[in-house]
C-alpha cells in the first residue's frame, strides 16, 4: 500500500461547473502526479508537482490548474468542466524522486463523468 | 514524438499457457522501462522495472526483456492463471524526463 487516497472515486457534474479532485499521501515524497486514463490513449500527465508550490505543466495541461500547498496533498481542478474532460483520473507519486527515475505508485483512480 | 505501443489490445488464453506480451517503442534513447498491471476499476501496479543498461529482470513467473536496439520489450507470464487476468501497460522513461505509457494488453486467463 502506498498511501495515496483519492477522492471523490466517483462524481458526476454539469458542463461549465468548476470541479477540484483531491490526491492525499501518506508518505512524505516530493514528487507527485496527475493522470487522465482514456480508452485507446493509455495514461497522459497532467500536471506535476515537485514539491510545495513548485508544478509544472504535462502532455495535457489545458484546460487544468493545480495546487499544492502542503506536501501530502495534490489538487487538481477543472475550472470549468468540458465533455472532453470525462475520464478516469489518477494521482500517482515517485519516491525515487523525479518519475523517469523508478517506480511510480497510483492512487485508485477519481472517475469524471461531464455531463 | 516518442510513442508507445503495445499490440494486440487484448488477448485471451487458456490457464497453463506461457504467454508473451508486446510494448514496442520508437525511440531508442530511454532511460528505463516499466511494466505495470491494472486490475478493473483499478490504480496500476508496477511489476517489474528494467533500467536501460539491463537485458531482463524476473519477479516470480513473470520476466520482462528489454532491446533497445530494435525498440522493444516483452513481457513473459509462465503458467498463466484466471488471477493474472487484467491490463498490462507498459511505460517508458526517456533521457529527456519524459515517461510515456502504451494503451495496454487486455488478458484474459480462462479456466
Known amino acids: 500500500d502506498a498511501g495515496i487516497t483519492q477522492s471523490p472515486r466517483h462524481k458526476v457534474t454539469e458542463t461549465g461547473t468548476p470541479v477540484t479532485l483531491r490526491c492525499h499521501q501518506t508518505e512524505n515524497h516530493r514528487y507527485m502526479y496527475w493522470y487522465r486514463q482514456d480508452p485507446g490513449h493509455g495514461l497522459r500527465l497532467i500536471h506535476y508537482s515537485y514539491g510545495v508550490k513548485d508544478t509544472d505543466k504535462g502532455e495535457v495541461s489545458d484546460g487544468y490548474s493545480v495546487s499544492r500547498s502542503k506536501t501530502e496533498d495534490f489538487l487538481l481542478t477543472l475550472e470549468s468542466a468540458t465533455s472532453s474532460q470525462t475520464s478516469v483520473y489518477f494521482c500517482a507519486i515517485s519516491p525515487a524522486g523525479h518519475a523517469f527515475l523508478g517506480e511510480l505508485f497510483f492512487g485508485e483512480g477519481s472517475r469524471l463523468t461531464v455531463l | 514524438k516518442q510513442e508507445v505501443t503495445q499490440i494486440p489490445a487484448a488477448l485471451s488464453v487458456p490457464e497453463g499457457e506461457n504467454l508473451v506480451l508486446n510494448c514496442s517503442f520508437t525511440?531508442?534513447?530511454?532511460?528505463?522501462l516499466q511494466w505495470f498491471r491494472q486490475d478493473p476499476g483499478k490504480g496500476l501496479t508496477s511489476l517489474l522495472l528494467?533500467?536501460?543498461?539491463?537485458r531482463e529482470q524476473t519477479s516470480g513467473r513473470l520476466n520482462a526483456s528489454l532491446d533497445k536496439s530494435s525498440g522493444r520489450s516483452t513481457l513473459y507470464i509462465a503458467a498463466s492463471q484466471p488471477g493474472d487476468s487484467a491490463t498490462y501497460l507498459c511505460a517508458v522513461s526517456y533521457n529527456n524526463n519524459d515517461m510515456r505509457f502504451g494503451a495496454g494488453t487486455r488478458l484474459t486467463v480462462k479456466p
Open positions: 528494467i533500467q536501460s543498461s539491463q
Open positions: 525511440d531508442s534513447a530511454i532511460y528505463n
